[in-house]
C-alpha cells in the first residue's frame, strides 16, 4: 500500500486494495452494496428532478447490473437462469429509469435487488462461518489430522 497525505487519495487506495484482497462472496456483497448505494442516491436525486446527478449513478448501478449478468454462471444451479433473468429485467428497467426520468423504475429496481442484497449478505455470512468452523476442525486436529 503506497502512503499518501491526501485523504481523498488514502481512501481510494484503501478502497482499491480492500477490492483486490477480498473473497469472491465479498466481492459480491460489495457489488450490490454499492449497487443499492447508486440507486438510493438516484432515487433521491430523481426526487428532486435532478436528472443531471441522477443519470451517473443510474449508469454506474447498469454497470453493476451487467457486472452481475456476465459473471454469473447459470449452469452452476438450477436457479441461475431465473438470476439471469431478474439481471437483465434490472437493467432494462434502469435504461427505461434514466432515459425517461423515471422514479418508479428506480423504485422497481430497488425492490427487486435489496431481498436479493439482503440473500446475498446471508449466504455470505454462512459460508464464511463454515470455513471458519471447517478451519478450527482442521487445527484442532477433529478430522484425525493436525
Partial sequence: MTMTHDPRLARAQYNQDAILSASPNRLLTMLFDRLLLDLQRAEAAQSEQDWNRASPYLTHAQDIVAELAGT?????????????????????????????????????VIQIMEPLRQTWHEAAAIVAEQSTALHAARSTGEFGFA
Fill in 72 to 108: 454469473l454462471d447459470v449452469e452452476r444451479w438450477d436457479g441461475g437462469q431465473n438470476l439471469l433473468a431478474i439481471y437483465l429485467f434490472s437493467s432494462t428497467k434502469l435504461v427505461s429509469a434514466n432515459v425517461e426520468h423515471s422514479i418508479e423504475r428506480t423504485r422497481e
